[in-house]
């Protein structure tokens, strides 16, 4: 499958999982920061990351999770460095185990653009850990690949609130 259908293809999948899901009410909202790299043409570069997301549960351990993304992105070349804003949605699943630490794996799709105008669609892949604090509050942590023109990985720590 051509990389332009593959990207085609989550994001109507994403999409239908949204309208599958119906009305949902938010569960929790997380702001989390860390460091994002990338790689391209023999080139690395990175920088901080920030986010903010919404769990928003469609079943026991499956949950769709919008997000918001900021990255500011150094190049270590002559390139100048870049500023990049991704809307996304991912699906996740959690592995229902008891306690606090609640492991999940998600697939997803984005819209990052950039301050040079770009605009296209990008596919991620995010694995992480949910601890609970509480009934209210939980740590996360995550690490998310994007294959977003360059290929890029997430690393970040956030705290979030159950609503």
Known sequence: MKTADFRRNAAAGCASLILLAGPVKAQAVSVSAGYSGWTCCLADGGGATAAL????PIGPVLLLEPG???LRLRNEGEAPDQTHYV????AQASLPIPGRVRPFLGLGAGFPSNTAGDFFIAVHAV???RLGL????HLRAEFRA????P????LTLGIGRRL
Do not use: K, Y
């Not at 997301?53 to 928003?56: E, F, G, K």
């Open 53 to 56: 997301r919404v769990d928003l």
């Open 127 to 129: 694995a992480g850990l």
């Open 134 to 137: 509480g009934p209210a509050w």
């Open 146 to 149: 994007r294959e977003a023109r």
């Open 68 to 70: 918001l993304t900021w």
């Open 151 to 154: 290929i890029q990985g997430d």
């Open 87 to 90: 809307l996304e949605l991912s």
